[in-house]
């Protein structure tokens, strides 16, 4: 018993003594612990004073702005659609402008888009390839635009990269099935007939019920003949 209760006593005194210790820590470095409290607060502060104060607004903002853009675009007027009329500003502005927030992220869709439409494919390449996006058909579109650039430009092996990610990104039986024939499809530009029916093989497993779907059996006999496939 008595060895027991001295092993709780010197329990006690070494608490005592860490206890102590810290407290002379923080009373010598009580000056430095109080910038790194302040320098925290101020952080914290300054994040939600941003987003209050400058992100919501600057938001705003360039939704404003890119209304004018958008229905240039709807109505396929692309150079006004870039580049503004003169008292609306563009897509290109906009990004520029307002490029870290939503409405700056998603001009980025429409002016690769624009840019793809009006055959400045590299530009295209570049602009789509900075937009980020996990919506259901967006994302799939922006990556399945840059295939379509790099088709444009002739490289079909870049272009089926690209495609492959765009059927895979967020599946679903819109996209997906379209991206996978067009790289069916590309693949037989380049000869490879077993690749274009293993693409034509995943539209009707796994979307047989799509419009691809429907009628894709005759692009894998077709493929199959040709590249003498049994």
């Known amino acids: ?22 407290e002379q820590f923080i009373e010598k470095n009580k000056n430095l612990l109080f910038y790194i409290l302040l320098g925290i607060l101020i952080v914290i502060g300054g994040y939600f004073g941003y987003k209050k104060y400058i992100a919501a607004p ?10 004018p853009a958008e229905q240039y675009f709807a109505m396929d007027s692309l150079k006004y659609a870039i580049n503004g009329d003169g008292q609306n500003p563009g897509f290109q ?8 927030t939503k409405s700056g992220n998603l001009a980025k869709y429409y002016l690769g888009i624009c840019y793809l439409k009006t055959g400045k494919f590299q ?3 570049d602009v789509l390839d900075g937009f ?3 919506d259901m058909f967006v994302g799939p579109l922006s990556l399945g635009a840059i295939g379509d650039a790099y088709m444009e430009l002739g490289n079909t092996d870049k272009a089926i990269e690209y ?10 039986d819109l996209t997906s099935p379209m991206f ?15 690749k274009a029916v293993e693409m034509y093989n995943r539209v009707l497993k796994e979307h047989y019920r799509s419009s691809e779907g429907r009628d894709i059996e005759k692009y894998i006999a077709r493929a ?6 049994k």
């Open 1 to 22: 018993m008595a060895k027991n209760k001295e092993k709780t006593e010197d329990k006690i005194v070494a608490v005592e003594e860490a206890l102590g210790r810290g």
């Open 58 to 67: 600057k938001e705003r903002e360039a939704q404003a702005k890119m209304f």
């Open 93 to 100: 502005e906009i990004v520029d402008e307002y490029g870290s």
């Open 123 to 125: 530009d295209a390449i």
């Open 132 to 134: 980020k996006s996990n």
């Open 163 to 172: 495609y492959i990610k765009a059927a895979d990104k967020n599946d679903n």
């Open 180 to 194: 996978l024939k067009r790289a069916g499809q590309s693949y037989e530009m380049l000869n490879d007939y077993v």
């Open 224 to 229: 199959k003949e040709i590249g003498n496939i």
